[in-house]
Structure formats: C-alpha cells, structure tokens
C-alpha cells in the first residue's frame, strides 16, 4: 500500500519537475550584489534558471526543516528523561513484584498437609 502511495505521489511530482527544467533551461546570470568581489556589481554566476529554482527550493526544505528540529529539542530531551524515568520506574517494579511473590510463597509444612487433606 505504502509503494502505490509513493508511486501516486511522486511520479506526477518528477514529471512535474522534468517539465519545469525542460520550460527554463535557458542560461540566466545570478548576481550576488551584497558580496563584495567580481565586477562593479560583485559577484555573479551564470546556471539554468531550473538549477536556480529547485536549489532554492532545496535550501528551503533544509532551512525549514533544520529550525523545526532546533525548535522541537526541548521535547525531544524531555521525551529522553521520560523515557529514563519510565525505565527506573519498571525495573523498580519488577524487584518489588519479585519481593512481594518471594513473600507469598507456602510455606512446606501447610502444603504438605492440604495435599493430605485432598488426596
């Protein structure tokens, strides 16, 4: 299910993006006025206009996705303090699930008479 999924997702998305590349591949010149450098205008570069765009949009989805995982550290650490305190929490019930099972345990002599009784 997750395959067709994909295939239905990303396959009009490829097409998608190959029909912009093929639309804008013509040369365009990038400047980079406030860098200092290169000519009176600074420094420039020439690449395809869809080699601009979808690095752009690339540089986006990292930017974006690198400030949710700044910003969601705090749960993330408080989930790994949880996660440790629910571990001490289950180790120290079993040890007293143990203890208390090690109390309840019959003594021999009882058992041996109620054997008696029933046989």
Do not use: C
């Not at 400047?31 to 690449?47: K, N, Q, R, V, W």
Request: glycine share 10%.
């Amino acid at each position: 299910m997750k395959s067709v999924l994909r295939i239905i997702v990303f396959a009009p998305l490829a097409l998608l993006f190959l029909f912009f590349a093929m639309a804008n591949r013509a040369p365009v010149r990038v400047f980079l006025d406030p860098l200092p450098g290169g000519d009176a205008t600074g420094p420039s570069f020439e690449a395809p206009l869809y080699l601009i765009v979808l690095a752009a949009i690339g540089l986006g989805v990292l930017a974006g996705g690198l400030s949710s995982w700044v910003a969601h550290g705090r749960y993330r650490r408080a989930a790994r303090a949880a996660r440790a305190d629910a571990k001490v929490a289950r180790s120290e019930a079993e040890q007293l699930r143990g203890q208390a099972l090690a109390s309840l345990s019959p003594d021999p002599a009882s058992n041996g008479r109620a054997l008696r009784r029933s046989g």
